[in-house]
Each structure stands twice: as structure tokens, then as C-alpha cells.
């Protein structure tokens, strides 16, 4: 049982409840203790890779892997979190163009240094950020910057959203997370931002790209919609490999 396993995370489960999950349908990994390498937000989906039995004290040579995304970028909006399972800071224009778009994310290939997501697992004093955020503190810590290296990206579609098709994929997307992550608020917070704007239609912005270990794909869509004078957030994120573990061969749920 001591085994490198290629698993595809659904959509609002956590890491750590896909691994229960997993013990669940394998009852042969019941009492094996098993890591994991590159954790995945809730409102992520795809490759994850799990260290079972005496795999797991290999655990840092696999956090340096690369790993492989398509990641949705949506413009017009920024949260707390980088992503929808936050809550707003504020909005902005929304008239970015395709064009514009391209040539900004081209300045992504190569190493950027950009400041983490608030919630997210690294540790500051001890404690996770996202302790920090949820607790109110996080304004009284200096949020790191961490570079990040984007080893090729590629821009493959731009594209509009409804005002009515997105408040009803956040809430059908965020009723799917289990686990206190404050739903309930976020999606009323949508709810109030998006209802006076009927009939608005908001741009995205689909992309692949490959990056080293430890790069995270909120922090780029929060920077990049800085550098467009427009708030922007990470949409939807499906990581397709990690490494040589593809998502056609991953063990599904």
C-alpha cells in the first residue's frame, strides 16, 4: 500500500475530504495513512496526488512537480479570496478587450513575484493565512510575495457572460462546497452585487498554462486584472497534470 496515486478532486470537495472519500470507496486504504502534494481549492477540480503508507515522507520531492490548468479568469470583480467563494472588495470597468487581454498575459511566461491569496494554507506565525482572514487579523500580517514561475501559457478563448448565468453557476458552484467557507454570506453578497446590474455581460478569459510547484493561479488572475484596470478573479480552475499523472488516467469519484 505504499503507492503514488493519481486522483481527480471534484469540484467543492477539499483535499482532505477527498481523501476520506477515496478510504471510503477503497476500504484497503481504511488505516493507511496517506498525504498529499499540491493541495487543491474547493472550487478547484482535477489532479491530485496522493502519498499513501511510507510514499507520504516523500512529500517534497513531489510538491516541486510542474502541473498543467485551464484556468477561467473573470473580469469586472475582485473578492478577499481571488476567487467567487469570496467576498467582494470592489468592482470595476468591465470593457476589457480580447486584445488586451493577450498581450498582458504574455507578460505572465517567466517568473512574476505576486502576493498569495488570503486564504490560502501558508503559514504565517505558525497558522495558516486563511486563519488569519477568517479571525479578521490578516491586515495586522504582511502578506508575502512568492515568485512564481509560469512556464508557458497559452490564451485560448474570451468570452461573455450573463449577469443572470453567472449569479446562477456561483450559486449552484458554492452550494456544491461542504464544510464552513461561509457560503451562505458569499452567495447573498453576489446576489446583492449582481441583481441591480440586469442585463450587464461580464468577459472571460480562458487560458492553459504550465507553471512550476507552488504557483498559484488565483494570485495571477488578481494581478492581472490590476495591471488591466480591472478587478478580476479566478473563475474556474481544472488542473489536468501534475508531472507524468494526467487527468484521463486519474481515479474519479
Known amino acids: 500500500m505504499n503507492n503514488v496515486l493519481n486522483v481527480y478532486k471534484p469540484l467543492g470537495m477539499t483535499t482532505f475530504q477527498a481523501i476520506k472519500r477515496f ?25 491530485l496526488v496522493f502519498l499513501a503508507g511510507k510514499k507520504r515522507f516523500e512529500a517534497k520531492k513531489f510538491q516541486k512537480l510542474n ?22 472588495k470592489e468592482k470595476s470597468r468591465t470593457k476589457v478587450t480580447k486584445k488586451e487581454v493577450a498581450e498582458k498575459l504574455k507578460k505572465y511566461e517567466g517568473e512574476n513575484k505576486l ?17 488569519w482572514a477568517r479571525t479578521g487579523k490578516l491586515d495586522n500580517k504582511e502578506i508575502p510575495q512568492k515568485r512564481m514561475k509560469v512556464i508557458n ?19 449552484d458552484t458554492i452550494n456544491k462546497v461542504r464544510g464552513d467557507f461561509r457560503q451562505k454570506k458569499i452567495i ?3 446576489k ?11 468577459p472571460i478569459a480562458q487560458i492553459r498554462l504550465k507553471v512550476s510547484g507552488g ?15 480591472s478587478e478580476a478573479l479566478l473563475f474556474n480552475l481544472k488542473r489536468t497534470k501534475v508531472a507524468d499523472f494526467t487527468f484521463e488516467e486519474a481515479i474519479k469519484f
Open 215 to 229: 504557483t498559484y493561479i488565483r494570485s495571477i488572475a488578481e494581478n492581472l486584472g490590476k495591471e488591466m484596470d
Open 192 to 202: 446583492d452585487i449582481l441583481q441591480p446590474l440586469e442585463g450587464t455581460k461580464f
Open 67 to 88: 502541473k498543467e490548468y485551464i484556468a477561467k479568469i473573470l473580469f469586472g470583480f475582485s473578492t478577499d479570496s481571488y476567487d467567487l467563494l469570496g467576498i467582494k
Open 23 to 47: 478510504k471510503e470507496l477503497n476500504p484497503d486504504y481504511k488505516n493507511i495513512p496517506i498525504a498529499y502534494t499540491g493541495r487543491l481549492d474547493p472550487m478547484a477540480e482535477g489532479v
Open 153 to 171: 501559457l497559452s490564451f485560448e478563448n474570451f468570452y461573455y457572460i450573463s449577469d443572470k448565468k453567472l449569479l446562477r453557476y456561483i450559486t
Open 115 to 131: 502576493s498569495l491569496p488570503p486564504y490560502c494554507s501558508y503559514k504565517i506565525d505558525g497558522k495558516p493565512m486563511f486563519h
Open 188 to 190: 447573498k453578497n453576489w
